[in-house]
């Protein structure tokens, strides 16, 4: 998978090759970490035409899972990289093509405030 490094935390941007072949018993990251895909529940495109797939890892004890997505193109973000979300946004801004979008599909600014798209 392929990886960037901004201000010394490495993140996975996925291409939609690597979205395309996971399967269960694959290692893939999650918002904690990483750890084995236990199931895939989702997988398609979005409304812009990127890949995404949606999982649950094992994670913690024996049993526990957690659930994570990833999305072709996009940083995958870990909970304690140390940015707060306004700072994620712009370094989003600077290293991911096309129009920045929020969790909810809404176009957003460099700051992570919403852009109306109303005229």
């Known amino acids: 998978?392929?990886?960037?490094?901004?201000?010394?935390?490495?993140?996975?941007?996925?291409?939609?090759?690597?979205?395309?072949?996971?399967?269960?018993?694959?290692?893939?990251?999650?918002?904690?970490?990483?750890?084995?895909?236990?199931?895939?529940?989702?997988?398609?495109?979005?409304?812009?035409?990127?890949?995404?797939?949606?999982y649950y890892a094992q994670w913690g004890h024996a049993g526990s899972t957690i659930s994570h997505s990833l999305t072709e193109g996009l940083i995958d973000w870990p909970v304690n990289d140390g940015h707060t979300y306004p700072e994620r946004c712009q370094i989003r801004a600077a290293h991911e093509p096309g129009i920045l979008r929020d969790h909810y599909g809404y176009p957003i600014d460099s700051n992570g405030r919403r852009i109306s798209t109303k005229k």
């Open 1 to 54: 998978m392929q990886t960037v490094t901004i201000d010394g935390v490495t993140m996975a941007m996925p291409t939609r090759e690597d979205i395309e072949s996971l399967s269960v018993g694959d290692i893939a990251p999650h918002s904690l970490g990483e750890g084995p895909i236990v199931e895939v529940f989702a997988i398609g495109n979005d409304s812009c035409g990127r890949a995404y797939v949606c």
